[in-house]
């Protein structure tokens, strides 16, 4: 099944934008899915089917998918999205939802 | 409100056998497709299974590390989804949350911690 790649971190100062990718071999053909979790809760879906938002989500959470690598954009960072992301799709291939490896987001 | 309250976990040696059950409330359970993932002490999160509507068939998929250890079943006159775990292993023990299955795995438990242990 797919390995989803993601940095193991990614650090941002308040108010710049974060970047995390996730890639394997044309995901840009899948419908890619994040997830945030801060510690100690349960995860919460924040993007789903690349692009789309969940009711309640900020406009800040943005996502992009094309090629090998899917990617969530978190504009105008706070101190509220210090958590971790995972990104997560169905491999048809295998009949199995894989996740990605997370990337810990720290706002500085 | 959409709940979702997991029970069931516990200690529990290795080889044997432990019944998870997920609890809904809030929406139409019979519905919705439903999904386990677990997440052991300090890792990420790993799909386990996932179990298709009773309209839609309401047919299982594992994970290869769980595939013909786990059953994922349910009771839609309870709103209670299950996870029976057998042959349990080390590398189990993890914190199981369920999940609705609709637009990605959108609504999540708080879950129940599994410990196999000797």
């Known amino acids: 099944s797919s390995v989803l790649t993601q940095p193991p971190s990614v650090s941002v100062a308040p108010g710049q934008t974060a970047r995390i990718s996730c890639g394997v071999n044309?995901?840009?053909?899948?419908?890619v899915h994040w997830y945030q979790q801060k510690p100690g809760q349960a995860p919460v879906l924040v993007v789903y089917?690349?692009?789309d938002r969940p009711s309640g989500i900020p406009e800040r959470f943005s996502g992009s998918n094309s090629g090998n690598t899917a990617t969530l954009t978190i504009s105008r960072v706070e101190a509220g999205d210090e958590a971790d992301y995972y990104c997560?799709?169905?491999?048809?291939?295998?009949?199995?939802?894989?996740f990605g490896t997370g990337t810990k987001v720290t706002v500085l | 409100e959409v709940q979702l309250a997991e029970s069931g976990g516990g200690l529990v040696k290795p080889g044997g056998s432990l019944r998870l059950s997920c609890a809904v409330s809030?929406?139409?359970?019979?519905?919705?497709?439903m999904s386990w993932v677990r997440q052991a002490p300090g890792k990420g999160l790993e799909w386990v299974g996932r179990?298709?509507?009773?309209?839609?068939?309401?047919?299982?998929d594992y994970a290869a590390p769980v595939k013909g250890r786990f059953t994922i079943s349910r009771d839609d006159s309870k709103n209670t989804l299950y996870l029976q775990m057998n042959s349990l292993k080390t590398e189990d023990t993890a914190l199981y949350y369920c999940?609705?299955?609709?637009?990605?795995?959108?609504?999540w438990g708080q879950g129940t911690m599994v410990t196999v242990s000797s």
């Open positions: 044309n995901i840009g053909s899948e419908s």
């Open positions: 997560q799709l169905w491999d048809s291939s295998s009949d199995q939802y894989v």
């Open positions: 809030g929406f139409p359970f019979n519905n919705v497709w």
């Open positions: 179990i298709k509507s009773k309209t839609d068939g309401g047919t299982t």
């Open positions: 999940t609705t299955v609709s637009l990605a795995f959108d609504i």
């Open positions: 089917d690349d692009t």
